[in-house]
Structure formats: structure tokens, C-alpha cells
């Protein structure tokens, strides 16, 4: 019996990149029969791949020096062609077909994009077809990133209602210290909202990705948080993924225990929304403490002091305490301009209704 039913997967450049920075197709195919070995037991598998960037940079040799935003698009939209066409090869030896999707951070940023999105993966599952998702870092540049796949996977994950998320990584999880110094183990078991793992945690970035072991850890227990059972596990260990699904695995790994209340799939959406906020709404005490107490509370226009910036109705709006501190993120019922005029007055509709709020 397996444990989890639906999965996303996400495979990180160090997993599938070698030494000299050339794509490791021996660990690909293993990684595709262990899939496809799942797929074939009913299980629903997404997978977000990182290794164009890698995939390309092997590929093709630049006559003259290209600055990192150049060199990251010439070399994605080569190696994002050999990486598909690796994985439809792959796949195809199963007899299972496999899709490509491209996304970008802004296509998460608006309701709309983020539901016709999540259409097409339905689509794809439902046909017993596997998505392979990754950035379209032709057109992502900067500010528009995400941090890294990580990120990616852990909004994937939150809007597919996946039983678990699987980052593989290159190392067996998250130690409590430096992993090459002798003594410190894998952290087997984190609670949701428990632990502060930034003393632990290396900040250095991997070889070939763009994130690095504390931005799993933050991604994770924000996914954990939404109800979602978090691993993260070393992609580099044969038979890894039917050893995590195993009904009593003793695989050694970190998991991030999910919380018990279920999350709204709007709340899901919003609380990865924070990077895409088009403004912020300021609130004086009385609101943030009644937005604080357990009883559900909505941001209504009496409490709030002040406006920032230039958002529509639907927007993400940052929500800020008196002292400028985030204390969440919501979906905005008026348009800044609106809500500007009706600062302070009673007996309004909320400005972010609590259905489409999300406190830090």
C-alpha cells in the first residue's frame, strides 16, 4: 500500500546535472521508471523539473561573453527543448505520455490565469497524461522570477490539493548543521509553524539551482501549513520515490508534518500571492488584534489608516500594522482609489472579506 495518492515532484538541477554541468541522463531515466512505476499504481504525479538552464549550457558553446540574464534565456530555450524531448523519450518506453507546461510567476499572480492553469493540469491528469512543469525562463527575468523551483513546486502543490509535495535534492534533508561536518543528522520530523530553522540551515545556494536549503525549508512549511505533507529527500538514491511512498518508510528524509485544519483552495492561492501584492493596506491596533483572535474577522475600512499604492478590485494587497510589519496578505474588495475615499467609515462592506484573507 502506498501512503499518498496524488504527489508533486519536483527535481532539482543538482539532482539531474552532473559534475561538469552536463545533464545526468542515467539519473533522469531512473527517476522515470520510479514515476512511471507509480503512475501504473494509480498514483496522480506532477513533475516540476528544473535543468533547461543546465541542459542548454552543455549544449551549445557562446562565441562571446554574455551578461547572466542573456545567458540564462539563450541557454534555457535550447536546453527546455532537450530536456522535454528527454522526458517524452523516457516516458514513451512506458507507454505513458508526458506534457510540457511553462509557467511564469505572473500567471500565478492573477485568479483567473491561476484557474485556467490549473484546468490544464486536471485535463492532463484525467487523461493519465504526466505534466511536467517548469519557469519559462525565456521571459521571466528578475523581479518576475521565482526564488527558484522550489517556490514553484510549493504553488503547484497548493493548488492541485496534492496529498504531498517531494523536493529532491542532492542531500538526505535538512541537517542540523553543516552536512559535511561529522555529528549533525538529518532533522527527520518538523511540526507545521513549530521550528525556526535559519540556524541551521546553509544559505549557500546549490551548484546549478537558484535556491538553496533554507528556501525549501521556508516553501515547505509554508505548503505544511496549507495541509500538505512536505518531504525532502536525496534524488540521488536509487528507488527513492517508492521508497517514500512505502506505507511504514523508514527512508531517511525530512518531512514537515501538515496541519490538521484544511486550507480553501482562494486561501491556498493567496497565501503564495505575497510576491505578486500591488499595494498595502494599513490597519490601527483594533483591527490587527481582531484580526489576531481566533474568531474568524474580516479587514473592514473602520480599522484601516491608510492606503499604498495602485491596485483594482482583486488585487493582492499586502496588510500592515500600525508599526509597518506584514501581518498577511488578502484579495482586495474595492480598488485603491475606492477604498482611499471610505478610509475610516462605518458600515461598509469589508475591504478584504475573510474568505480571501491569509494572516502570516
Known sequence: ?????????????????????????????????????LHKQGVEVVLISSGAVASGRSEIKVSKKLDAVSARQLYSAVGQAKLINRYYELFREHRISCGQVLTTKENFGSRTHYLNQKHCMEVMLENKVIPIVNENDTISVTELMFTDNDELSGLIAAMMGMDALIILSNIDGIYN???????THVIREIEAGKQDLSEYVQVTKSQFGRGGML?????????????????????????????????????????????????SSVKKWIAHSE?????????????????LLPKASSVLLVGVI????????????KIMNEEGMQIGVGCAGYSSREASKLIGKRDQKPLIHYDYLYLD
Open 306 to 317: 491608510k492606503i499604498v499604492g495602485n491596485f483594482e478590485k482583486d488585487d493582492i494587497v
Open 1 to 37: 500500500m502506498l501512503r499518498f495518492k496524488k504527489i508533486a515532484v519536483k527535481i532539482g538541477s543538482n539532482v539531474l546535472t552532473r559534475k561538469d554541468g552536463t545533464l545526468d541522463i542515467t539519473r533522469m531515466s531512473a527517476l522515470v521508471d520510479q514515476v512511471a512505476d
Open 215 to 263: 528556501t525549501k525549508s521556508v516553501i515547505a512549511q509554508k505548503v505544511a501549513d496549507e495541509g500538505i505533507t512536505v518531504l525532502i529527500a536525496n534524488g540521488k538514491r536509487d528507488n527513492i520515490l517508492p521508497e517514500l511512498l512505502a506505507k511504514e518508510s523508514k527512508t531517511v528524509c525530512t518531512r514537515f508534518i501538515p496541519a490538521e485544519k484544511p486550507v
Open 177 to 183: 548543521g553543516n552536512p559535511s561536518e561529522p555529528g
Open 275 to 291: 510576491g505578486f501584492a500591488k499595494g498595502e493596506v494599513h490597519v490601527n491596533k483594533g483591527a490587527e488584534e481582531a484580526l
